[in-house]
């Protein structure tokens, strides 16, 4: 029989139950969807977390502070690995694949201006921060080595302290503000960032010079960290090499022993909450998927029941002349006709869902064409699978037998 005769019959003979095949369908649309906006907001979440790290500077490397391995426990920045502000100058000094590094210490203060106050982080850095961090003076302008020296009492703030403090179309440039008691004035502000992707405020902070914040704020000549940038991308992991023999050799540690410091870089990074996405995106898409499973259940459960139903017009067909390979070819197409009409109207829905996520929801969506054609296949893939044992159950049919059926 003529493959466009056995289409024509397939679409009549669903065309009789539209509830139920839509009903059938049903399972396929809303696996299709879940897949696709599982796996757009599995890429979108791992588009942000690449797009958050590289705003952290390309070339950036941070070092952090961890005591020495002691009984198999490692202590905190307190203890006797802490870092110090001269590890700065060594690295600086011995370091040739570095190009800058600066310490950083954090305060949470209170701050007052005008009339009003608000709680945020104030960071004590050097003015090569702003270029390791790929920072931008949106208003006014940093403060220069002079200040730094001299400890002056001068700072940066970012859009949300400004918004907090003076409203948000306020001009601070030259305003005075009190960190925890301490009067600061305002030199610059901060280009906006946003959140990052774990929610933080990244507007929601306070620069000023890292003597001020020592010295004025803090007591001791600990550093928080320690944020460097190599000379190049491809310098990254020779660079690491050189701050760890450096660190190792200015704390006289011995070959056995552990670092009491540690290196991270934006690839690491990158790598191990990249890896995370991976995973959780895999997850999210086999749950998912298991709606398809369902609905290729529910295509064989009513295509078995189309079968039984429809026997002694099999039986008929066969009588009078029609070959089983035809038969089985027309319940295939009925099968396939579900999952690929369900398919469709599943793209539809899930880049739909994804769209609303995304806009009223505030999650970072992507939606690729590799998802779309995945779950489209998926979908025609479990029409064939779960349609072939009704189909050929059909075309195995007896002809006497079938034109006995009642």
Known sequence: MNILNLIKISYRSLSKNKLRTLLTMLGIIIGVASVIAMLAIGEGSRQNIQSSVASLGTNAIMIFPG????????????????????DVDVIAQRCELIQNISPIVVKRSQVIGGYENWNTTVYGVLNSYFDIRQLYVEKGVSFTTAEQRGAAKVCLIGRTVLINLFGENANPIGEMIRINGIPFKIIGMLEAKGQNTFGQDQDDIIIAPFQT??????????????????????????????????????????????????????????????????????????????????????????????????????????????????????????????????????IFIGVLISTLVAKFGGWPITITVTSVVLSFVFSAMVGVFFGWYPARKAANLNPIDALRYE
């Open 67 to 86: 005591s020495m391995n002691q009984g198999g426990v490692r202590g905190g920045a307190s203890s006797v690995g802490a870092l110090k502000e001269d």
């Open 213 to 346: 914040v020592q010295k004025r704020m803090l007591s001791g000549n600990y550093v928080n960290s320690i944020v460097a940038s190599a000379t190049s991308e491809d310098a990254i992991d020779d660079a690491v090499d050189e701050i760890t023999r450096t660190l190792r050799q200015k704390h006289k540690i011995a070959s056995t022993d552990d670092d009491d410091f540690t290196v991270r870089t934006q690839k690491d990074i990158a790598n191990i909450f990249g890896t995370i996405s991976k995973v959780m995106t895999i997850l999210l898409a086999s749950i998912a998927s298991i709606s398809l499973l369902v609905g290729g259940i529910g295509i064989m459960n009513i295509m078995l029941v189309s079968v039984t139903e429809r026997t002694r017009e099999i039986g008929i067909r066969l009588a009078v002349g029609a070959k089983s390979q035809d038969v089985l070819m027309q319940f295939m197409i009925e099968s396939i006709f579900i999952s690929f009409i369900g398919g469709l109207i599943g």
